[in-house]
Nanobody, 124 residues
Framework: QVQLVESGGGLVQAGGSLRLSCAASGHTFSRYGMGWFRQAPGKEREFVAAINWTGGNTYYADSVKGRFTISRDNAKKMVYLQMNSMKPEETAVYYC?????????????????WGQGIQVTVSS
């Protein structure tokens, strides 16, 4: 069992940066691949970034590649999403998720545990 709690959301101007954090509880955090997803009002949840259990492999949605960076610290049971050059259309609720397959996945159905989500608003 893994519980996830996101933090670091808020309001940022277009072109600005924000860093999301995800704190995990549970003894087996290091055995999970981790991902970030987001859901804008009236839209489906979409994949943002994923990182494998060691942190040695990452995967990004094309729309955020080069601007967002996912990382993890297994000792602290934390996952991070550094978001730079943000755009107004990236306003959404951002979710942290844990995947027991250990690897990187953009498929939300492979994720077993989800945080409650945190609001990120990018103003124009």
């Amino acid at each position: 069992q893994v519980q996830l709690v996101e933090s670091g959301g808020g309001l940022v101007q277009a072109g600005g940066s924000l860093r999301l954090s995800c704190a995990a509880s549970g003894h087996t955090f290091s055995r999970y691949g981790m991902g970030w997803f987001r859901q804008a009002p009236g839209k489906e949840r979409e994949f943002v970034a994923a990182i494998n259990w060691t942190g040695g492999n990452t995967y990004y949605a094309d729309s955020v590649k080069g601007r967002f960076t996912i990382s993890r610290d297994n000792a602290k049971k934390m996952v991070y999403l550094q978001m730079n050059s943000m755009k107004p259309e990236e306003t959404a609720v951002y979710y942290c998720a844990a995947d027991r397959t250990l690897g990187v996945s953009s498929d939300s159905t492979t994720y077993d545990y989800w945080g409650q989500g945190i609001q990120v608003t990018v103003s124009s």
